[in-house]
């Protein structure tokens, strides 16, 4: 069971950055996955989730107009596409496989994390 997300950096205030998560074919080809992040001295929050057929997300409201979540099974992956950075959105961004095929947003609902990407908005 693995998951790895990468694609993070270092982005000035209103630029863009793509993470992506790639899944073991086990782990989440049947799962809904979803996008959590980290900053500093903060708790995990919730950032966006996908369905494990791609057509039902949710995503959390400080970044909802701004980040899309998609998939794409035939490579086992989930992406986030980030639009619009605020250096509030800095953070360590982790990706996640749910417990079932649904999209969800609640922390407890997932049971595989893989190890996250870092990214870093200047303003």
């Known amino acids: 069971v693995q998951l790895q997300a990468f694609g993070g950096g270092l982005v000035q205030a209103g630029g863009s950055l793509r993470l992506s998560c790639e899944a073991s074919?086990?782990?989440?080809?049947?799962?809904?996955m979803g996008w959590f992040r980290q900053a500093p001295g903060k708790e995990r929050e919730f950032v966006a989730t996908?369905?494990?057929?791609?057509?039902?997300?949710a995503y959390a409201d400080s970044v909802k107009g701004r980040f899309t979540i998609s998939r794409d099974h035939a490579k086992n992956t989930m992406y986030l596409q980030m639009n619009s950075l605020e250096p509030e959105d800095t953070a360590v961004y982790l990706c996640a496989a749910a417990r079932s095929s649904s999209a969800t947003s609640h922390f407890s609902g997932y049971h595989y994390w893989g190890r996250g990407t870092q990214v870093t908005v200047s303003s």
């Open positions: 996908i369905n494990w057929k791609g057509g039902s997300t």
């Open positions: 074919a086990r782990t989440a080809s049947n799962n809904g």
